[in-house]
């Protein structure tokens, strides 16, 4: 197996308060210096020193901005959050931070007759750089689930495609919610593509929904759970790769 290549070292440039339930850190210094163009929407993996470990904890997050010397990563606010979340919480300008990547951005199939992004907060930054880059002649929807009204983010969406956002302050914790949503929306005739990405149990319905109920064919769905309910990132994986061998 070939070896990872060496982690980037980035400096904290700005971190500020996006809505009331996201935080935006931009980063970059070093880092930048060969960093590939265009990844936006693509994932990352920060690096946080374990007290007695000589390995670092690493979390997944995603590229929602990128400049030629920046990029902008966005955090979900959580009241009780894990490392990454308290990093957020508290960086300040001038701190570093090692981060591995980026892995391959999931980008929706830019061919297609239409488009159907779905997802919640922790979906929101891939969801929103999808959106971005789009043909301006695009035609679908959006759903997208968040916490309060105040997490609405404007979004340079195309004429064509309509964004429905849905509240929920209780995340993972109302399952069929999306699947709700989209049940209620129009089936558009044509190929479409369809990208959707949020809590794990909500993942299965939606999964459902798109294989069983529309008939789905798998090239044309990109669909990811980015965390579990109760779970930290290691047992979220473990639940993932349990469930990828049941569907295969």
Same mark, same amino acid.
């Given at each position: 197996?070939?070896?990872?290549?060496?982690?980037?070292?980035?400096?904290?440039?700005?971190?500020?308060?996006?809505?009331?339930g996201?935080?935006?850190?931009?980063?970059?210094?070093?880092?930048?210096?060969?960093?590939?163009?265009?990844?936006?929407?693509?994932?990352?993996?920060?690096?946080?020193?374990?007290?007695?470990?000589?390995?670092?904890?690493?979390r997944?997050?995603?590229?929602?901005?990128?400049?030629?010397? =920046?990029?902008?990563?966005?955090?979900?606010?959580?009241?009780?959050?894990?490392p990454?979340s308290?990093? =957020?919480?508290?960086?300040?300008p001038?701190?570093?931070?090692?981060?591995?990547?980026?892995?391959?951005?999931?980008?929706?199939?830019?061919? =297609?007759?239409?488009?159907?992004?779905?997802?919640?907060?922790?979906?929101?930054?891939?969801?929103?750089?999808?959106?971005?880059?789009?043909?301006?002649?695009?035609?679908?929807?959006?759903?997208?689930?968040?916490?309060?009204?105040?997490?609405?983010?404007p979004?340079?969406?195309?004429?064509?495609?309509?964004?429905?956002?849905?509240?929920?302050?209780?995340?993972?914790?109302?399952?069929?919610?999306?699947?709700?949503?989209?049940?209620?929306?129009?089936?558009?005739?044509?190929?479409? =593509?369809?990208?959707?990405?949020?809590?794990?149990?909500?993942?299965?319905?939606?999964?459902?929904?798109?294989?069983?109920?529309?008939?789905?064919?798998?090239?044309?769905?990109?669909?990811?759970?980015?965390?579990?309910?109760?779970?930290?990132?290691?047992?979220?994986?473990?639940?993932?790769?349990?469930?990828?061998q049941?569907t295969?």
């Open positions: 197996m070939p070896n990872r290549p060496a982690p980037r070292r980035f400096t904290v440039l700005d971190n500020r308060l996006l809505t009331p996201m935080r935006r850190i931009t980063l970059g210094g070093d880092g930048m210096a060969d960093f590939p163009a265009e990844q936006e929407s693509a994932y990352v993996k920060l690096h946080f020193a374990q007290a007695h470990s000589e390995r670092p904890l690493l997944t997050y995603t590229i929602r901005h990128q400049r030629a010397d =920046a990029v902008d990563i966005d955090f979900v606010r959580h009241t009780h959050g894990g990454a308290r990093w =957020a919480e508290a960086v300040e001038g701190a570093t931070i090692d981060i591995g990547g980026p892995g391959p951005a999931k980008r929706v199939d830019a061919t =297609a007759d239409w488009f159907l992004l779905v997802g919640d907060m922790t979906a929101l930054p891939a969801i929103g750089a999808n959106i971005e880059t789009l043909p301006r002649e695009a035609c679908g929807h959006a759903v997208i689930e968040v916490h309060d009204e105040a997490d609405i983010q979004l340079d969406a195309p004429a064509g495609l309509t964004i429905d956002w849905r509240i929920n302050p209780s995340p993972g914790r109302r399952p069929d919610l999306l699947v709700d949503a989209v049940r209620e929306l129009a089936w558009r005739p044509g190929r479409p =593509a369809v990208w959707a990405a949020c809590e794990f149990s909500g993942m299965r319905r939606l999964r459902t929904h798109f294989r069983e109920e529309r008939g789905l064919p798998r090239e044309a769905l990109y669909i990811s759970s980015y965390w579990q309910l109760g779970a930290d990132e290691t047992d979220h994986k473990a639940a993932k790769r349990a469930d990828a049941e295969a």
